[in-house]
């Protein structure tokens, strides 16, 4: 009681009584701080919110998985169409002798059909997801072809060539006969080497 009352007596009490810009500007900390207190509390709530509506939802998916029965048959069935696609692409020890040999491909199998060709390697990248090591090797090759030799060139990228796609082809007939071809090439990790 004697401390409350030497805190009225003393004067900073009495200077916060006669100045009122100052009462004003501690009502404006205060409700500062309070709404930075509110805005703190919800933030962290909602916060939690997330978590546990993304964990009700997972809890949700793993309830339905455990009341679906697996069908082996059709794992069984992909995982040997996985395995027939690997022992379908060619074999390389390394990405560079990947990269060499399919330059060579395609040399040897397509560039009869162009004149004036250019080939440039645009790099291998190793493809992720795949438990063996699988290199897609982009090759692109530009010169001029005959508007006949298009059909032989398009056949080599048929569904017996699995391991070659056409990632961009740009063809100028009748003038110029220029073409533009951007290839990939897959191909794995030879094991015994």
Do not use: C
Request: charged share 25%; aromatic share 10%.
């Amino acid at each position: 009681m004697k401390f409350i009352q030497s805190l009225y007596q003393s004067s900073l009490y009495v200077e916060y009584q006669n100045n009122i810009r100052l009462q004003w500007m501690s009502v404006a900390i205060a409700a500062i701080i309070t709404l930075s207190s509110i805005k703190y509390f919800s933030d962290a709530l909602q916060i939690r919110r997330t978590q546990t509506q993304s964990q009700v939802e997972l809890l949700s998916k793993l309830e339905h998985a455990a009341k679906d029965n697996i069908n082996y048959e059709a794992d069984e069935e992909i995982s040997r169409a996985y395995f027939n696609w690997i022992e379908a692409q060619p074999k390389a020890p390394s990405s560079s002798v990947a990269e060499a040999q399919a330059l060579t491909e395609v040399e040897q199998k397509l560039g009869k059909l162009f004149k004036r060709k250019r080939l440039n390697l645009i790099g291998s990248e190793k493809l992720s997801g795949i438990n063996q090591d699988v290199w897609q090797i982009r090759i692109e090759i530009a010169g001029q072809m005959a508007e006949l030799d298009l059909i032989e060139l398009l056949q080599h990228f048929d569904s017996q060539h699995k391991y070659a796609r056409i990632a961009s082809f740009q063809y100028s007939p009748k003038t110029s006969n220029t073409i533009n071809l951007v290839i990939d090439l897959i191909y794995t990790r030879a094991e015994d080497v």
